[in-house]
């Protein structure tokens, strides 16, 4: 195993923190006369009687005439601000169409080993690594990365603007069915209606037929059919879903026409979007605690009547039995890592935007944990709310439950609204579910807006600019996300919409990104000494496994995971019969690439644009970029706030680091 990268592993320019009693000696001279940190870290806690701090060696302010003063940067109204902030836009979708189906498919309850385990491994430490960096650095997605300027692409910012862009059509499908759930009969529970075809039939049972003729009345136009008809028959969920919703083409070849009612939704939601982030995290902040709590009321609501329906139990049982034949299974352990990443929110830039609005001394390590436990427990839980009612709807149909699990869109959109037309009070049932799909992507899609806007003001800072500034940039990026989305809500729309989610920020992207932001803190700026900073922050080292996860762990996960999908990587298809054509994959490709390369491309034109040495271009575009508040905070006087009042022990400690 190789030794964990230490602060050698990128230069030290005269500027950057030295640990001796030379550089504390360089601070306190070069920090001006009565420059004093703030009375006190804002945000944490005093020290008690005997607690322990790191004693670190302060920044030092660099040479020259002081820079104009930027206004300081805004923070969260309270701390619970970020925290829901976080739980709105980590916690979604994923959570509950995908992790119980993925439970469910790998092995039940066994599910949860490698799970937990690349939880561990991976997910929380990159989780707290983007946070915090966030706060340590005060920048967006972009500019945080002034921490090791080399490296400073717009990959994150480019997954998260395809993500902002597509991720809203579910949305906009969730809002039509909601409207048309205010009915007094569900439009997709009955055939008849002008979208519904010859084939549509409300009993579609095939596992009754024993090849026998069938007398039921089947549609409006059926009466009579035997089992071989059975098979041409379609269900008015389905035909509600691709013939009223999609109005689905023949390939993406044929875009068809624009569907207003869907272009009205499209609005509405961006409309909604707009208003929730255009104000700054000031808004965002009260917003969020709607958001964020109101889909678990939902869910607790769902939960208690699902167990209550025949069959839920069945359901509950077929999702957590456990089989341990799956634990060898590659798949099962690359699902596993998969869905940690999506469900986490890695490599979107957004927690390292939110993370920059926390106070500098905020504890943010004990935040990322509880955060995780949030996320993973919401995951686990959502699997109850789901099963209890696919148990339900599978008992309802004389059918195994394999034959009604879906995941993603499909559960939303056809398995759920199946199952409810089999409930009484239905419509009630749909509504409900509708609205806590909608919450639930509500606070994502926006969170995400939020991120990418605070990299694109942190790219181009204008002090004193004002909040009209913030108002317009919000604006174009909604006004241009909702011109792609025009795409979408055409006829060959879902079409497009697949090639986004597989390509654009798809498992690769994000594995991607996540590998190079560990290597680029590990082995490029040091594990040691960002542990340091972190002290700085929250006045203590995380645990030393943290660093270890940054430097090997899970950079071996991401490769492991990545080279698993390239490997088994197979064509794009629609519902496992319309198959992409190449000049299809080849966008979808592009798309990925635009943000996978961001890195290395960079990388190669600022070394080529650099003079002098290989290795003196290298000190010099891995030489971080201090801001304003690192001066503020990291005074020799600040540093000193941080520590225990005058113990014995703290004194040694001080005698000894001096030494």
Request: charged share 15%.
């Amino acid at each position: 195993m190789p030794p964990v990268p230490t602060d050698t592993a990128a230069p030290q320019p005269p500027d950057a923190p030295r640990h001796d009693a030379d550089a504390a000696t360089a601070a306190a001279a070069a920090a001006p006369a009565g420059s004093e940190g703030p009375g006190g870290p804002e945000g944490a806690e005093p020290p008690t009687a005997g607690e322990e701090r790191t004693v670190t060696a302060p920044l030092v302010r660099p040479p020259g005439p002081p820079k104009e003063a930027v206004p300081e940067r805004e923070t969260w109204t309270r701390q619970m601000d970020f925290i829901m902030s976080c739980v709105g836009f980590a916690v979604g979708l994923g959570n509950v169409w995908r992790f119980p189906y993925l439970c469910y498919k790998n092995g039940g309850g066994v599910f949860l080993i490698p799970y937990l385990l690349i939880v561990f491994v991976g997910g929380i430490p990159i989780f707290f690594l983007e946070v915090a960096l966030g706060q340590f650095m005060k920048q967006g997605g972009i500019a945080a990365w002034n921490i090791a300027p080399l490296f400073k692409g717009l990959a994150s910012m480019v997954i998260v603007f395809f993500c902002n862009s597509y991720y809203i059509m579910i949305l906009v499908w969730g809002l039509f069915y909601l409207v048309h759930s205010l009915t007094n009969t569900l439009p997709w529970a009955t055939c008849g209606h002008s979208w519904n075809t010859e084939q549509c039939t409300e009993l579609f049972n095939p596992d009754l037929c024993n090849n026998v003729s069938t007398n039921a009345t089947a549609s409006t136009w059926t009466s009579n059919f035997n089992c071989t008809d059975m098979t041409n028959k379609r269900s008015p969920v389905i035909e509600f879903w691709e013939n009223k919703v999609l109005r689905l083409s023949g390939g993406l070849s044929e875009p068809g026409e624009m569907n207003w009612q869907m272009i009205l939704c499209l609005v509405t939601t961006w409309v909604v979007v707009y208003f929730c982030i255009w104000k700054g995290v000031k808004s965002t902040g009260k917003i969020v605690y709607f958001t964020a709590l109101f889909p678990y009321v939902v869910l607790i609501l769902l939960l208690v009547h699902g167990v209550t329906l025949p069959g839920a139990l069945g359901g509950i049982i077929y999702y957590l039995k456990p089989d341990w034949s799956k634990l060898v299974e590659a798949q099962v352990w690359i699902d596993a890592g998969t869905q940690v990443f999506f469900s986490y929110a890695i490599g979107l830039g957004a927690l390292t935007a939110l993370g920059s609005y926390n106070r500098f001394h905020n504890n943010c390590y004990r935040d990322a944990y509880i955060l995780a436990v949030i996320n993973s427990c919401t995951s686990f839980f959502a699997g109850f709310v789901v099963f209890s009612v696919l148990g339900f709807m599978a008992s309802e149909q004389g059918v195994d439950i394999s034959k009604v699990a879906e995941s993603g869109p499909g559960l939303a959109f056809i398995a759920y609204p199946k199952a409810v037309t089999l409930m009484p009070l239905s419509p009630l049932w749909a509504t409900l579910f509708f609205i806590m799909l909608l919450v639930l992507g509500l606070d994502s899609q926006f969170v995400g807006v939020e991120g990418f806007i605070t990299g694109i003001l942190d790219l181009f800072p204008q002090p004193g600019a004002g909040s009209l500034r913030r108002e317009l940039t919000a604006a174009l990026c909604c006004i241009i996300c909702c011109l792609i989305d025009l795409s979408m809500v055409t006829q060959g729309g879902m079409y497009v919409f697949q090639l986004f989610d597989n390509y654009s920020a798809s498992g690769i992207t994000l594995l991607w990104q996540a590998f190079w932001e560990c290597v680029v803190i590990a082995w490029v700026y040091g594990a040691d000494r960002f542990m340091d900073d972190v002290a700085r922050m929250i006045g203590y080292r995380p645990l030393p496994v943290m660093k270890w996860c940054w430097a090997v762990v899970t950079p071996l996960v991401c490769v492991g995971i990545f080279v698993f999908h390239v490997v088994n990587y197979k064509p794009l298809t629609y519902n496992k019969t319309y198959v992409y054509p190449w000049w299809g994959e080849a966008i979808g490709w592009v798309l990925a690439l635009s943000s996978m390369l961001c890195i290395p491309c960079t990388v190669i034109y600022k070394l080529l644009r650099c003079k002098g040495s290989l290795r003196e271009r290298w000190q010099l575009q891995t030489t971080p970029i201090w801001g304003q508040h690192h001066l503020e905070y990291l005074t020799p006087e600040a540093e000193a706030k941080l520590l225990a009042p005058e113990p014995p022990k703290e004194k040694a400690t001080l005698f000894e680091t001096v030494i």
